[in-house]
Protein backbone atom coordinates (compact mmCIF):
# COMPACT_ATOMS: atom_id res chain seq x y z
CA UNK A 1 0.00 0.00 0.00
CA UNK A 2 1.96 2.98 1.02
CA UNK A 3 4.98 1.59 1.40
CA UNK A 4 6.80 3.25 -1.52
CA UNK A 5 8.35 1.61 -4.01
CA UNK A 6 8.14 -2.35 -3.61
CA UNK A 7 10.30 -4.87 -5.39
CA UNK A 8 8.36 -6.70 -7.96
CA UNK A 9 10.12 -9.73 -6.02
CA UNK A 10 8.44 -8.93 -2.96
CA UNK A 11 5.22 -8.63 -5.06
CA UNK A 12 5.13 -11.76 -6.35
CA UNK A 13 5.93 -13.68 -2.99
CA UNK A 14 3.26 -11.53 -0.75
CA UNK A 15 0.73 -11.02 -3.59
CA UNK A 16 0.65 -13.09 -6.68
CA UNK A 17 1.71 -16.60 -5.33
CA UNK A 18 -0.82 -16.30 -2.11
CA UNK A 19 -3.56 -15.91 -5.36
CA UNK A 20 -1.76 -18.32 -6.64
CA UNK A 21 -2.59 -20.95 -4.34
CA UNK A 22 -6.01 -19.46 -3.39
CA UNK A 23 -6.80 -19.41 -7.01
CA UNK A 24 -5.33 -23.26 -7.07
CA UNK A 25 -7.49 -24.12 -4.53
CA UNK A 26 -10.94 -22.50 -6.35
CA UNK A 27 -10.22 -23.82 -9.71
CA UNK A 28 -8.85 -27.53 -9.10
CA UNK A 29 -11.95 -29.26 -8.58
CA UNK A 30 -13.07 -27.69 -11.41
CA UNK A 31 -10.07 -28.04 -13.70
CA UNK A 32 -10.10 -31.97 -12.25
CA UNK A 33 -13.60 -32.48 -12.82
CA UNK A 34 -13.01 -31.48 -16.70
CA UNK A 35 -9.98 -33.06 -16.93
CA UNK A 36 -11.50 -36.19 -15.98
CA UNK A 37 -14.84 -35.65 -18.68
CA UNK A 38 -12.06 -35.38 -21.41
CA UNK A 39 -10.68 -38.94 -20.54
CA UNK A 40 -11.44 -41.99 -22.04
CA UNK A 41 -13.60 -44.26 -19.84
CA UNK A 42 -11.04 -47.25 -20.22
CA UNK A 43 -7.94 -44.89 -19.42
CA UNK A 44 -9.12 -43.14 -16.33
CA UNK A 45 -8.95 -46.30 -13.74
CA UNK A 46 -5.39 -47.19 -15.51
CA UNK A 47 -3.50 -44.52 -15.92
CA UNK A 48 -5.57 -41.38 -14.37
CA UNK A 49 -6.76 -38.46 -16.25
CA UNK A 50 -4.28 -36.64 -18.48
CA UNK A 51 -3.41 -33.70 -20.44
CA UNK A 52 -2.57 -35.52 -23.42
CA UNK A 53 -5.15 -37.11 -25.62
CA UNK A 54 -7.97 -35.73 -24.80
CA UNK A 55 -11.34 -37.05 -26.24
CA UNK A 56 -14.84 -36.26 -26.38
CA UNK A 57 -16.33 -39.71 -26.44
CA UNK A 58 -17.81 -38.86 -22.89
CA UNK A 59 -19.92 -35.83 -23.92
CA UNK A 60 -21.05 -38.06 -27.23
CA UNK A 61 -22.10 -40.53 -24.64
CA UNK A 62 -24.17 -37.80 -22.56
CA UNK A 63 -26.11 -36.92 -24.74
CA UNK A 64 -26.84 -40.01 -26.91
CA UNK A 65 -27.47 -42.28 -24.09
CA UNK A 66 -28.76 -40.47 -21.10
CA UNK A 67 -30.98 -38.01 -22.71
CA UNK A 68 -29.34 -34.50 -21.10
CA UNK A 69 -30.75 -32.71 -24.06
CA UNK A 70 -34.50 -33.27 -22.80
CA UNK A 71 -33.10 -31.98 -19.45
CA UNK A 72 -31.70 -29.06 -20.65
CA UNK A 73 -34.95 -27.98 -22.38
CA UNK A 74 -37.08 -28.68 -18.56
CA UNK A 75 -34.05 -26.53 -17.33
CA UNK A 76 -34.55 -24.00 -19.89
CA UNK A 77 -38.12 -23.46 -19.89
CA UNK A 78 -38.79 -23.83 -15.89
CA UNK A 79 -35.95 -21.22 -15.69
CA UNK A 80 -37.32 -18.59 -18.35
CA UNK A 81 -40.63 -19.00 -16.61
CA UNK A 82 -39.14 -18.22 -13.19
CA UNK A 83 -37.40 -14.91 -14.88
CA UNK A 84 -40.66 -13.84 -16.52
CA UNK A 85 -42.20 -14.02 -13.23
CA UNK A 86 -40.13 -12.68 -11.04
CA UNK A 87 -39.63 -10.00 -12.97
CA UNK A 88 -42.91 -8.99 -14.05
CA UNK A 89 -43.87 -8.76 -10.65
CA UNK A 90 -41.21 -7.48 -9.00
CA UNK A 91 -40.90 -4.03 -11.06
CA UNK A 92 -43.94 -2.30 -10.67
CA UNK A 93 -43.39 -3.18 -6.45
CA UNK A 94 -39.93 -1.65 -6.94
CA UNK A 95 -40.69 1.24 -8.35
CA UNK A 96 -43.47 1.69 -5.70
CA UNK A 97 -40.84 1.12 -2.65
CA UNK A 98 -38.34 3.29 -4.13
CA UNK A 99 -40.62 6.52 -4.89
CA UNK A 100 -43.55 6.49 -2.38
CA UNK A 101 -43.94 6.96 1.30
CA UNK A 102 -46.55 4.89 2.67
CA UNK A 103 -47.68 3.54 5.82
CA UNK A 104 -46.42 -0.22 6.30
CA UNK A 105 -43.16 0.58 3.53
CA UNK A 106 -40.45 -0.82 5.73
CA UNK A 107 -42.68 -3.59 7.50
CA UNK A 108 -43.49 -4.88 3.84
CA UNK A 109 -40.03 -4.16 2.33
CA UNK A 110 -38.54 -6.17 5.03
CA UNK A 111 -40.61 -8.99 4.38
CA UNK A 112 -39.47 -9.49 1.00
CA UNK A 113 -35.72 -9.72 2.86
CA UNK A 114 -36.98 -12.11 5.72
CA UNK A 115 -38.51 -14.94 3.23
CA UNK A 116 -35.06 -15.33 2.00
CA UNK A 117 -33.93 -16.41 5.19
CA UNK A 118 -36.25 -18.99 5.73
CA UNK A 119 -35.36 -22.60 5.75
CA UNK A 120 -36.10 -24.38 2.03
CA UNK A 121 -37.81 -27.46 4.38
CA UNK A 122 -40.32 -25.09 6.08
CA UNK A 123 -41.95 -24.59 2.17
CA UNK A 124 -40.66 -27.60 0.63
CA UNK A 125 -42.83 -29.72 2.44
CA UNK A 126 -46.25 -27.25 2.13
CA UNK A 127 -45.63 -26.83 -1.29
CA UNK A 128 -45.32 -31.00 -2.11
CA UNK A 129 -48.82 -31.16 -0.48
CA UNK A 130 -50.02 -28.63 -2.34
CA UNK A 131 -48.83 -29.45 -5.87
CA UNK A 132 -49.97 -33.04 -5.10
CA UNK A 133 -53.88 -31.44 -4.14
CA UNK A 134 -53.81 -29.06 -7.47
CA UNK A 135 -52.24 -31.91 -9.31
CA UNK A 136 -49.59 -30.01 -10.29
CA UNK A 137 -46.68 -32.33 -9.24
CA UNK A 138 -44.34 -32.86 -12.53
CA UNK A 139 -45.45 -29.91 -14.79
CA UNK A 140 -42.80 -27.12 -15.12
CA UNK A 141 -45.08 -24.65 -13.22
CA UNK A 142 -44.82 -26.47 -10.09
CA UNK A 143 -41.25 -25.81 -10.49
CA UNK A 144 -41.80 -22.19 -11.54
CA UNK A 145 -43.80 -21.23 -8.76
CA UNK A 146 -41.51 -22.89 -6.61
CA UNK A 147 -38.15 -20.93 -7.81
CA UNK A 148 -40.50 -17.89 -7.81
CA UNK A 149 -40.80 -18.05 -3.61
CA UNK A 150 -36.50 -16.98 -3.83
CA UNK A 151 -37.19 -15.01 -6.93
CA UNK A 152 -39.41 -12.37 -6.38
CA UNK A 153 -38.18 -11.54 -2.94
CA UNK A 154 -34.80 -11.10 -4.30
CA UNK A 155 -36.10 -9.38 -7.70
CA UNK A 156 -37.52 -7.08 -5.30
CA UNK A 157 -34.89 -5.91 -3.46
CA UNK A 158 -32.13 -5.77 -6.22
CA UNK A 159 -34.67 -4.00 -8.71
CA UNK A 160 -35.82 -1.32 -5.52
CA UNK A 161 -31.46 -0.57 -4.45
CA UNK A 162 -31.25 0.16 -8.46
CA UNK A 163 -34.28 2.46 -8.88
CA UNK A 164 -33.41 3.79 -5.89
CA UNK A 165 -29.86 5.24 -7.96
CA UNK A 166 -32.33 7.08 -10.64
CA UNK A 167 -32.66 10.53 -9.21
CA UNK A 168 -36.24 11.22 -8.67
CA UNK A 169 -36.03 14.35 -10.37
CA UNK A 170 -36.13 12.07 -13.64
CA UNK A 171 -40.12 10.84 -12.70
CA UNK A 172 -40.93 14.54 -11.78
CA UNK A 173 -39.05 16.29 -14.60
CA UNK A 174 -41.65 13.48 -17.03
CA UNK A 175 -44.49 14.62 -15.11
CA UNK A 176 -44.06 18.43 -15.52
CA UNK A 177 -43.82 17.64 -18.83
CA UNK A 178 -47.02 16.10 -18.60
CA UNK A 179 -47.05 12.45 -18.57
CA UNK A 180 -48.89 10.48 -15.33
CA UNK A 181 -47.17 8.88 -12.44
CA UNK A 182 -47.39 5.22 -14.68
CA UNK A 183 -46.65 7.06 -17.55
CA UNK A 184 -43.11 8.40 -16.28
CA UNK A 185 -42.53 4.99 -14.58
CA UNK A 186 -43.18 3.02 -17.72
CA UNK A 187 -41.61 5.61 -20.66
CA UNK A 188 -38.77 7.23 -18.43
CA UNK A 189 -37.97 5.00 -15.49
CA UNK A 190 -37.96 1.26 -17.18
CA UNK A 191 -36.31 2.18 -19.89
CA UNK A 192 -33.07 3.39 -17.16
CA UNK A 193 -33.37 0.34 -15.12
CA UNK A 194 -32.91 -1.90 -18.47
CA UNK A 195 -29.25 -2.80 -16.90
CA UNK A 196 -30.31 -3.76 -13.88
CA UNK A 197 -33.65 -5.76 -15.00
CA UNK A 198 -31.22 -7.39 -17.19
CA UNK A 199 -28.83 -8.50 -14.27
CA UNK A 200 -31.34 -9.18 -12.12
CA UNK A 201 -33.14 -11.03 -14.96
CA UNK A 202 -30.06 -13.52 -15.56
CA UNK A 203 -29.01 -13.90 -11.71
CA UNK A 204 -32.96 -15.04 -11.47
CA UNK A 205 -32.13 -17.81 -14.35
CA UNK A 206 -28.44 -18.82 -12.78
CA UNK A 207 -30.27 -19.82 -9.71
CA UNK A 208 -33.69 -21.49 -11.21
CA UNK A 209 -31.05 -23.05 -13.43
CA UNK A 210 -28.94 -24.60 -10.01
CA UNK A 211 -31.86 -25.02 -7.96
CA UNK A 212 -32.03 -29.05 -6.66
CA UNK A 213 -33.77 -29.67 -4.01
CA UNK A 214 -37.27 -28.09 -5.36
CA UNK A 215 -36.46 -29.76 -8.88
CA UNK A 216 -36.47 -32.98 -6.69
CA UNK A 217 -39.45 -33.05 -4.92
CA UNK A 218 -41.65 -31.37 -7.41
CA UNK A 219 -40.55 -32.13 -10.40
CA UNK A 220 -40.51 -36.48 -11.60
CA UNK A 221 -40.40 -38.64 -14.73
CA UNK A 222 -42.21 -35.38 -17.30
CA UNK A 223 -40.17 -32.35 -15.73
CA UNK A 224 -36.35 -33.54 -14.71
CA UNK A 225 -34.35 -30.59 -15.03
CA UNK A 226 -30.80 -30.95 -15.31
CA UNK A 227 -29.52 -31.11 -11.74
CA UNK A 228 -32.16 -33.48 -11.32
CA UNK A 229 -30.40 -35.88 -14.30
CA UNK A 230 -26.76 -35.51 -12.62
CA UNK A 231 -28.13 -36.64 -9.18
CA UNK A 232 -29.56 -39.20 -10.91
CA UNK A 233 -26.38 -40.10 -12.84
CA UNK A 234 -24.71 -40.53 -9.90
CA UNK A 235 -26.92 -43.34 -8.59
CA UNK A 236 -26.50 -44.88 -12.16
CA UNK A 237 -23.37 -44.77 -13.53
CA UNK A 238 -22.20 -45.05 -10.38
CA UNK A 239 -17.87 -45.72 -11.36
CA UNK A 240 -17.86 -44.11 -14.72
CA UNK A 241 -16.74 -40.77 -13.87
CA UNK A 242 -15.90 -39.99 -17.31
CA UNK A 243 -19.50 -39.59 -18.02
CA UNK A 244 -20.44 -38.13 -14.62
CA UNK A 245 -17.88 -35.33 -15.04
CA UNK A 246 -19.16 -34.60 -18.36
CA UNK A 247 -22.61 -34.43 -17.12
CA UNK A 248 -21.36 -31.94 -14.55
CA UNK A 249 -19.54 -29.82 -16.99
CA UNK A 250 -22.30 -29.59 -19.21
CA UNK A 251 -25.07 -28.84 -16.37
CA UNK A 252 -22.60 -25.92 -14.78
CA UNK A 253 -21.93 -24.04 -17.75
CA UNK A 254 -24.89 -21.96 -18.89
CA UNK A 255 -24.89 -20.60 -15.35
CA UNK A 256 -20.96 -20.34 -15.15
CA UNK A 257 -21.29 -18.27 -18.77
CA UNK A 258 -23.45 -16.24 -17.69
CA UNK A 259 -22.72 -15.30 -14.37
CA UNK A 260 -18.97 -14.53 -15.55
CA UNK A 261 -20.66 -11.96 -17.98
CA UNK A 262 -22.78 -10.18 -16.05
CA UNK A 263 -20.55 -10.51 -12.71
CA UNK A 264 -19.30 -7.13 -12.44
CA UNK A 265 -22.46 -5.59 -11.97
CA UNK A 266 -24.39 -7.82 -10.20
CA UNK A 267 -21.73 -8.04 -7.40
CA UNK A 268 -21.80 -4.87 -7.07
CA UNK A 269 -25.52 -4.86 -6.75
CA UNK A 270 -25.18 -7.44 -3.94
CA UNK A 271 -22.83 -5.78 -1.89
CA UNK A 272 -24.02 -2.42 -1.87
CA UNK A 273 -26.81 -2.55 0.84
CA UNK A 274 -24.51 -4.91 2.97
CA UNK A 275 -21.92 -1.66 2.13
CA UNK A 276 -23.94 1.15 3.54
CA UNK A 277 -24.94 -0.82 6.64
CA UNK B 1 -56.04 0.39 -14.25
CA UNK B 2 -57.97 2.85 -16.55
CA UNK B 3 -58.03 5.98 -14.02
CA UNK B 4 -54.28 6.38 -15.22
CA UNK B 5 -55.66 8.75 -17.87
CA UNK B 6 -57.47 10.52 -15.94
CA UNK B 7 -54.55 14.59 -16.23
CA UNK B 8 -53.58 15.06 -12.88
CA UNK B 9 -55.10 18.76 -11.12
CA UNK B 10 -57.92 18.93 -13.84
CA UNK B 11 -61.70 20.57 -12.00
CA UNK B 12 -62.08 19.63 -8.51
CA UNK B 13 -63.82 16.04 -8.93
CA UNK B 14 -61.32 14.67 -10.99
CA UNK B 15 -58.91 16.46 -8.46
CA UNK B 16 -60.00 14.22 -5.55
CA UNK B 17 -59.69 11.36 -7.69
CA UNK B 18 -56.40 12.01 -8.44
CA UNK B 19 -55.17 12.51 -4.62
CA UNK B 20 -57.21 9.19 -4.11
CA UNK B 21 -55.06 7.81 -6.88
CA UNK B 22 -52.45 8.89 -5.33
CA UNK B 23 -52.51 7.54 -2.04
CA UNK B 24 -53.86 4.05 -3.62
CA UNK B 25 -51.29 4.00 -6.29
CA UNK B 26 -48.23 2.55 -4.49
CA UNK B 27 -50.30 -0.32 -3.17
CA UNK B 28 -51.55 -1.10 -5.99
CA UNK B 29 -47.83 -1.10 -7.69
CA UNK B 30 -47.31 -3.61 -4.62
CA UNK B 31 -50.47 -5.38 -4.77
CA UNK B 32 -49.02 -8.17 -7.26
CA UNK B 33 -46.04 -8.96 -5.46
CA UNK B 34 -47.17 -9.01 -2.24
CA UNK B 35 -50.43 -11.05 -2.95
CA UNK B 36 -48.51 -13.77 -4.83
CA UNK B 37 -46.18 -13.80 -1.75
CA UNK B 38 -48.37 -14.62 0.38
CA UNK B 39 -49.88 -17.57 -1.66
CA UNK B 40 -46.91 -18.76 -2.38
CA UNK B 41 -44.83 -18.22 1.03
CA UNK B 42 -46.67 -17.12 3.69
CA UNK B 43 -49.93 -19.16 3.27
CA UNK B 44 -47.45 -22.56 2.73
CA UNK B 45 -45.59 -21.70 6.26
CA UNK B 46 -48.60 -21.10 8.17
CA UNK B 47 -49.88 -25.01 6.50
CA UNK B 48 -46.36 -26.36 7.91
CA UNK B 49 -46.75 -24.96 11.17
CA UNK B 50 -50.52 -26.63 10.75
CA UNK B 51 -49.06 -30.07 9.57
CA UNK B 52 -46.51 -30.15 12.55
CA UNK B 53 -49.44 -30.00 14.99
CA UNK B 54 -51.13 -33.18 13.31
CA UNK B 55 -50.27 -37.07 12.64
CA UNK B 56 -49.68 -36.63 9.01
CA UNK B 57 -47.95 -39.82 7.14
CA UNK B 58 -48.09 -39.20 3.64
CA UNK B 59 -49.17 -43.07 2.64
CA UNK B 60 -52.45 -42.41 4.54
CA UNK B 61 -53.71 -39.48 3.29
CA UNK B 62 -56.90 -39.82 4.98
CA UNK B 63 -55.28 -39.40 8.38
CA UNK B 64 -55.07 -36.22 9.53
CA UNK B 65 -55.29 -36.35 13.27
CA UNK B 66 -54.78 -33.40 15.77
CA UNK B 67 -52.14 -34.19 18.13
CA UNK B 68 -51.19 -31.24 19.27
CA UNK B 69 -47.69 -30.68 20.59
CA UNK B 70 -47.27 -34.48 20.81
CA UNK B 71 -45.05 -34.10 17.32
CA UNK B 72 -42.37 -31.45 19.34
CA UNK B 73 -42.52 -33.29 22.42
CA UNK B 74 -41.04 -36.15 20.62
CA UNK B 75 -38.59 -34.28 18.96
CA UNK B 76 -37.06 -33.52 22.26
CA UNK B 77 -36.66 -37.49 23.16
CA UNK B 78 -35.77 -38.14 19.82
CA UNK B 79 -32.01 -39.16 19.61
CA UNK B 80 -31.10 -38.45 15.97
CA UNK B 81 -32.55 -35.02 16.43
CA UNK B 82 -29.62 -34.00 19.28
CA UNK B 83 -27.39 -35.80 16.72
CA UNK B 84 -28.53 -33.48 14.00
CA UNK B 85 -28.28 -30.42 16.17
CA UNK B 86 -24.97 -31.01 17.36
CA UNK B 87 -23.59 -32.00 13.57
CA UNK B 88 -25.94 -28.51 12.63
CA UNK B 89 -23.54 -26.78 15.45
CA UNK B 90 -20.57 -28.03 14.24
CA UNK B 91 -21.15 -27.31 10.66
CA UNK B 92 -21.93 -23.62 11.46
CA UNK B 93 -18.95 -22.78 13.90
CA UNK B 94 -16.35 -24.27 11.59
CA UNK B 95 -17.88 -23.50 7.97
CA UNK B 96 -18.84 -19.91 8.93
CA UNK B 97 -15.40 -18.84 10.33
CA UNK B 98 -13.52 -20.82 7.95
CA UNK B 99 -15.23 -19.11 4.76
CA UNK B 100 -14.78 -15.95 6.74
CA UNK B 101 -11.14 -16.17 7.03
CA UNK B 102 -10.47 -17.68 3.59
CA UNK B 103 -12.36 -14.73 2.26
CA UNK B 104 -10.74 -12.53 4.10
CA UNK B 105 -7.17 -13.25 2.88
CA UNK B 106 -8.52 -13.13 -0.32
CA UNK B 107 -10.22 -9.96 -0.62
CA UNK B 108 -6.95 -8.47 0.98
CA UNK B 109 -4.93 -10.10 -1.70
CA UNK B 110 -7.44 -8.91 -4.32
CA UNK B 111 -7.31 -5.04 -2.96
CA UNK B 112 -3.35 -5.14 -3.75
CA UNK B 113 -2.16 -4.28 -7.11
CA UNK B 114 -1.01 -6.43 -9.20
CA UNK B 115 -1.16 -7.25 -13.61
CA UNK B 116 -3.91 -9.89 -13.46
CA UNK B 117 -6.09 -8.18 -10.87
CA UNK B 118 -8.96 -8.47 -12.67
CA UNK B 119 -8.73 -11.50 -13.87
CA UNK B 120 -8.44 -12.98 -10.72
CA UNK B 121 -11.26 -11.50 -9.20
CA UNK B 122 -13.70 -12.92 -11.66
CA UNK B 123 -12.19 -16.46 -11.49
CA UNK B 124 -12.71 -16.35 -7.48
CA UNK B 125 -16.44 -16.25 -7.70
CA UNK B 126 -16.65 -19.66 -10.31
CA UNK B 127 -17.67 -21.58 -7.10
CA UNK B 128 -20.56 -19.19 -6.41
CA UNK B 129 -22.25 -19.65 -9.72
CA UNK B 130 -22.16 -23.76 -9.93
CA UNK B 131 -25.10 -25.95 -8.97
CA UNK B 132 -24.92 -27.53 -5.52
CA UNK B 133 -25.09 -30.82 -7.33
CA UNK B 134 -22.14 -30.34 -9.61
CA UNK B 135 -20.30 -29.07 -7.08
CA UNK B 136 -21.68 -32.06 -4.88
CA UNK B 137 -20.36 -34.63 -7.66
CA UNK B 138 -17.11 -32.77 -8.28
CA UNK B 139 -15.72 -32.81 -4.64
CA UNK B 140 -17.19 -36.50 -3.86
CA UNK B 141 -14.82 -37.23 -6.98
CA UNK B 142 -12.15 -35.45 -5.28
CA UNK B 143 -13.09 -37.35 -2.51
CA UNK B 144 -12.93 -40.78 -3.83
CA UNK B 145 -11.67 -43.83 -2.06
CA UNK B 146 -9.80 -45.38 -4.92
CA UNK B 147 -9.16 -43.32 -7.64
CA UNK B 148 -9.78 -39.44 -6.14
CA UNK B 149 -6.99 -37.03 -6.30
CA UNK B 150 -7.28 -36.07 -2.73
CA UNK B 151 -6.10 -39.50 -1.70
CA UNK B 152 -3.72 -40.09 -4.87
CA UNK B 153 -1.84 -36.82 -3.66
CA UNK B 154 -1.69 -37.15 0.21
CA UNK B 155 0.00 -40.40 -0.72
CA UNK B 156 2.04 -39.44 -2.82
CA UNK B 157 3.37 -36.77 -0.36
CA UNK B 158 3.65 -39.32 2.13
CA UNK B 159 0.90 -37.74 4.53
CA UNK B 160 -1.20 -41.09 4.31
CA UNK B 161 -0.37 -44.98 4.21
CA UNK B 162 -3.46 -46.29 3.04
CA UNK B 163 -6.17 -44.35 1.00
CA UNK B 164 -9.36 -43.11 3.28
CA UNK B 165 -12.53 -43.31 2.11
CA UNK B 166 -13.36 -39.65 2.91
CA UNK B 167 -17.42 -40.09 2.57
CA UNK B 168 -18.06 -42.82 3.96
CA UNK B 169 -15.81 -43.27 7.06
CA UNK B 170 -18.14 -41.43 9.98
CA UNK B 171 -15.56 -39.68 11.29
CA UNK B 172 -14.35 -37.47 8.00
CA UNK B 173 -17.23 -37.89 6.21
CA UNK B 174 -18.83 -34.45 8.25
CA UNK B 175 -15.57 -32.66 7.69
CA UNK B 176 -15.04 -33.56 4.14
CA UNK B 177 -18.54 -31.48 3.60
CA UNK B 178 -17.92 -28.69 5.88
CA UNK B 179 -14.34 -28.52 3.64
CA UNK B 180 -16.73 -28.69 0.57
CA UNK B 181 -19.05 -25.91 1.66
CA UNK B 182 -16.19 -23.70 2.74
CA UNK B 183 -14.90 -23.61 -0.97
CA UNK B 184 -18.76 -22.78 -2.22
CA UNK B 185 -19.14 -19.76 0.12
CA UNK B 186 -15.82 -18.12 0.66
CA UNK B 187 -15.53 -16.29 -2.60
CA UNK B 188 -18.85 -14.50 -1.15
CA UNK B 189 -17.12 -13.29 1.98
CA UNK B 190 -14.55 -12.23 -0.38
CA UNK B 191 -16.22 -10.27 -2.35
CA UNK B 192 -18.19 -8.38 -0.33
CA UNK B 193 -14.92 -7.86 2.39
CA UNK B 194 -13.15 -6.50 -0.81
CA UNK B 195 -16.04 -3.97 -1.71
CA UNK B 196 -15.45 -2.61 2.15
CA UNK B 197 -12.35 -2.57 2.15
CA UNK B 198 -12.52 -0.14 -0.99
CA UNK B 199 -14.66 1.84 0.95
CA UNK B 200 -12.01 2.90 3.14
CA UNK B 201 -10.44 6.09 2.47
CA UNK B 202 -6.70 6.02 0.95
CA UNK B 203 -5.45 9.16 2.83
CA UNK B 204 -6.33 6.89 6.35
CA UNK B 205 -3.62 4.91 5.79
CA UNK B 206 -1.23 7.71 4.46
CA UNK B 207 -1.76 9.30 7.63
CA UNK B 208 -1.17 6.48 8.93
CA UNK B 209 1.94 5.84 7.56
CA UNK B 210 3.67 9.27 8.07
CA UNK B 211 3.01 8.43 11.74
CA UNK B 212 4.91 5.83 11.24
CA UNK B 213 2.73 2.70 12.10
CA UNK B 214 3.34 -0.95 11.02
CA UNK B 215 1.76 -2.53 8.01
CA UNK B 216 0.25 -4.58 11.17
CA UNK B 217 -1.33 -1.70 13.02
CA UNK B 218 -3.04 -0.25 10.25
CA UNK B 219 -4.51 -3.41 9.61
CA UNK B 220 -5.45 -3.43 13.06
CA UNK B 221 -6.28 -0.11 13.21
CA UNK B 222 -7.84 1.17 10.15
CA UNK B 223 -8.84 -2.03 8.01
CA UNK B 224 -10.19 -3.52 10.68
CA UNK B 225 -12.29 -1.67 11.86
CA UNK B 226 -13.12 -0.40 8.39
CA UNK B 227 -14.58 -3.50 7.39
CA UNK B 228 -16.32 -4.76 10.64
CA UNK B 229 -19.91 -3.47 9.66
CA UNK B 230 -19.54 -5.65 6.03
CA UNK B 231 -17.69 -8.25 8.00
CA UNK B 232 -20.56 -8.58 10.81
CA UNK B 233 -23.88 -8.63 8.13
CA UNK B 234 -21.64 -11.41 5.64
CA UNK B 235 -21.39 -13.47 9.04
CA UNK B 236 -24.77 -12.90 10.34
CA UNK B 237 -26.32 -14.08 6.33
CA UNK B 238 -23.69 -16.74 5.86
CA UNK B 239 -24.48 -18.78 9.10
CA UNK B 240 -28.19 -18.27 7.93
CA UNK B 241 -27.25 -19.31 4.54
CA UNK B 242 -24.95 -22.48 5.97
CA UNK B 243 -27.20 -23.33 8.18
CA UNK B 244 -30.26 -23.82 5.64
CA UNK B 245 -28.13 -25.62 3.17
CA UNK B 246 -28.72 -29.17 2.85
CA UNK B 247 -28.40 -29.49 -1.16
CA UNK B 248 -24.85 -30.61 -0.79
CA UNK B 249 -24.91 -32.93 1.69
CA UNK B 250 -27.71 -34.42 0.36
CA UNK B 251 -26.00 -35.35 -2.87
CA UNK B 252 -22.55 -36.20 -1.10
CA UNK B 253 -23.90 -38.69 1.62
CA UNK B 254 -27.27 -37.95 1.97
CA UNK B 255 -26.73 -37.98 5.89
CA UNK B 256 -24.55 -40.82 6.20
CA UNK B 257 -22.51 -43.59 7.01
CA UNK B 258 -25.50 -43.35 9.83
CA UNK B 259 -26.54 -40.62 10.83
CA UNK B 260 -22.70 -39.03 10.74
CA UNK B 261 -23.49 -36.46 8.42
CA UNK B 262 -27.31 -35.19 9.63
CA UNK B 263 -28.38 -31.69 10.79
CA UNK B 264 -31.20 -30.49 11.04
CA UNK B 265 -32.91 -29.27 7.62
CA UNK B 266 -31.44 -32.57 6.23
CA UNK B 267 -33.37 -34.71 8.70
CA UNK B 268 -36.78 -32.50 8.38
CA UNK B 269 -36.79 -32.85 4.62
CA UNK B 270 -35.11 -36.54 4.66
CA UNK B 271 -38.43 -37.82 7.16
CA UNK B 272 -40.80 -36.10 4.50
CA UNK B 273 -39.00 -37.75 1.69
CA UNK B 274 -38.03 -41.21 2.53
CA UNK B 275 -40.53 -41.80 5.71
CA UNK B 276 -43.29 -39.37 4.20
CA UNK B 277 -44.06 -38.29 7.63
CA UNK B 278 -44.75 -34.71 6.91
CA UNK B 279 -46.01 -34.28 10.68
CA UNK B 280 -42.76 -34.93 12.09
CA UNK B 281 -40.93 -33.43 9.16
CA UNK B 282 -42.36 -30.19 9.57
CA UNK B 283 -42.31 -29.74 13.59
CA UNK B 284 -38.61 -30.65 12.95
CA UNK B 285 -38.80 -27.54 10.29
CA UNK B 286 -40.53 -25.75 12.58
CA UNK B 287 -38.05 -26.04 15.58
CA UNK B 288 -35.30 -25.33 13.33
CA UNK B 289 -36.68 -22.35 12.30
CA UNK B 290 -37.16 -20.89 15.47
CA UNK B 291 -33.71 -21.52 16.41
CA UNK B 292 -32.38 -19.98 13.90
CA UNK B 293 -34.93 -16.82 14.57
CA UNK B 294 -32.39 -15.03 16.60
CA UNK B 295 -29.98 -14.42 13.97
CA UNK B 296 -32.76 -13.78 11.32
CA UNK B 297 -34.03 -11.20 13.67
CA UNK B 298 -30.54 -9.74 13.89
CA UNK B 299 -30.16 -9.41 10.43
CA UNK B 300 -33.39 -7.52 9.53
CA UNK B 301 -32.63 -4.99 12.13
CA UNK B 302 -29.05 -4.24 10.71
CA UNK B 303 -30.64 -4.16 7.33
CA UNK B 304 -33.49 -2.07 8.34
CA UNK B 305 -31.25 0.39 9.59
CA UNK B 306 -29.37 0.03 6.50
CA UNK B 307 -32.47 1.37 4.39
CA UNK B 308 -32.79 4.42 6.40
Redesign the interface.
Known amino acids: ???GRKSTLR?VLT??L??LA??A???G??L??LL?SLTAESE??TR?PSVFDLVWSNYERLFANVGFARNMLDSLIVAVGTVVVGL???V??A???S??D?RFK?V????????N??????????????MRQLGLLDTHLALI??N??IA??FS?WMMTSYINGIPKSLDEAA?TD?C????AMRKVILPLCAPGIIATGIYIF?TA?????YAL?LGGQNVRP???A??TM?GEYQVQ?GL??A??IV??LP??V???IV?RRL?GG???????? | ?TT?????QEGPTSGRRAALW??V???A??S???L??LA??FF??I??AW?SLHNYVLFRPKNFDWVGLQNYFNIFQDEVFWISLRHTILWIVITVPAQAL?GL??AL??N?K?PWRPL?R?????????????IA??????Y?S??G?LN?LLLRVGILETSIPWLANPDTALYAIILTLT?QGF?FFA??IL??LQ?IPQSY??A??LDGAT?WR?FWHITLPGIS??LF??IL?RT?WV??S??VI??MTGGGPGYSTYTL?LY??LE??TNLD?GY??A???T??LM?LGI?VL??K??????Q
Open positions: MALRVDPMILFTLPYWMTLFGTLSTAYSFRFFKLLMQFLLIMFPLVLLILPLFVLVASTIPVMGSRLQIWNEYLTITVVQIWLTGGGAATLFLQVLTQGAVKG | MTSVPERQMPLLLPAVVTIVPMQTMLATLLQFAALIIIPWALPSVVLMWAWVDNYIDWPVMAGSYEASPQGVTALIANMDFVPSFARFGSLAMFTLVYLRSAKAV
